[in-house]
């Protein structure tokens, strides 16, 4: 069973950074998985925020480009979310996701990933 668990979050500023983590554990090398960020905010749907395909591929949603990067340690089993220029609409709680094999073209869709973490908050105030 997979077991993912986030950290991280927080409060900042606007234009401020913040780098989340999420360590992951499970039967499957973490090489052999596909993970990504998703973030939900209250009265809205859970939105793909980054994702890092096993290939190596990366995918952002627009808003976060060039001001998100996701990078995964597979020695470290960890996935990370480097986040900067952070602003008042990047507010919500972040999940990590994972799934042993996603088409890049849906890696940002929820419904397609099979396990989660409890997620973290993030919080930019003005």
């Known amino acids: 069973q997979v077991h993912l668990a986030e950290s991280g979050g927080g409060s900042v500023q606007v234009g401020g950074s913040l780098r989340l983590s999420c360590a992951y554990s499970?039967?499957?090398?973490?090489?052999?998985?596909?993970l990504a960020w998703f973030r939900q905010s209250p009265g809205k749907e859970r939105e793909g925020v980054a994702a890092?395909?096993?290939?190596?591929?990366?995918r952002y949603e627009d808003s976060v480009e060039g001001r998100f990067t996701i990078s995964k340690d597979n020695a470290k089993k960890m996935l990370d979310l480097q986040m900067t220029s952070l602003k008042p609409e990047d507010t919500g709680m972040y999940y990590c996701a994972a799934v042993p094999y996603i088409d890049s073209w849906l890696s940002l869709r929820a419904q397609k990933y099979d396990s989660w973490g409890q997620g973290t908050q993030v919080t930019v105030s003005s």
């Open positions: 499970g039967p499957t090398d973490i090489r052999y998985m596909s």
């Open positions: 890092a395909l096993r290939d190596g591929y990366t």
